[in-house]
């Protein structure tokens, strides 16, 4: 089945700055990518999206892109703000199936 | 919120007895999944049925065992508890069956294993 694996697991950011999380997976026939957000002691929530068939998608400061070569897709966030810190999740599927999801990325942006 | 509903909110209990977790969906959503979510593990899908049938399985073990009824609420049953079971089980509804259905998770239900 799809393996998908993000780094790093913690990322410290000051605020304003940017932060990048880069996740990776292993079935090439995976074609969607979604990313959710989880707040501490809250449920994960959708973001944002990506289907194989475009490299890169934006909704105001985040974005994500895709190496489909590579199997990897990445979030942006820009100008990073005290309430984007959380724990990130990245997940894969084929589509009909299920989607995998990684292990989350916490994100800590310093005021 | 996700208008996701999940029941209990906690639920403390011993090694070796057997509890229910409940979902109910959104309105309109046809598929529900179940994941447990502990500290090193991150989200760890279970299960998910769509209209009232196993759809896909994940790493659920044999002691748990989930339906999904009629009026499309779904339980999960987890049986035989162990110290390890301890974690945050979250249910998620979607549209349809296939993975490309945004998933909108309910509030989770923490269980502690005692």
């Known amino acids: 089945g799809e393996n998908v694996e993000q780094h790093p697991s913690t990322l410290s950011v000051q605020e304003g700055d940017s932060a990048v999380i880069k996740c990776t997976y292993s079935?090439?026939?995976?074609?969607?990518f979604p990313w959710y957000k989880q707040e501490l002691g809250k449920r994960p929530q959708l973001i944002i999206d990506i289907r194989s068939n475009v490299g890169e998608k934006k909704d105001q400061r985040i974005a994500v892109t895709l190496n489909k070569t590579a199997k990897h897709f990445s979030l942006h966030i820009t100008e990073t703000q005290p309430e984007d810190s959380a724990v990130y999740f990245c997940a894969a599927s084929h589509g009909n199936n299920r989607l995998a999801f990684g292990k989350g990325n916490q994100v800590v942006v310093i005021p | 919120d996700s208008g996701v509903t999940q029941t209990p909110k906690h639920l403390i209990t011993a090694t070796g007895q057997r509890v229910t977790l409940r979902c109910s969906p959104r309105s309109g959503d046809l598929s529900v999944y179940w994941y447990q979510q502990s500290l090193d593990q991150g989200l760890q899908f279970l299960i998910q049925y769509y209209n009232g049938e196993e759809r896909a399985k994940g790493n659920i073990l044999e002691r748990f065992s989930a339906q999904q009824f009629p009026d499309l609420h779904s339980e999960l049953n987890l049986s035989s508890l162990e110290l390890g079971d301890s974690a945050l089980y979250f249910c998620a509804s979607s549209v349809g069956g296939s993975g490309f259905n945004e998933q909108f998770f309910g509030p989770g239900t923490r269980l502690t294993v005692l």
């Open positions: 079935d090439s026939a995976s074609n969607y």
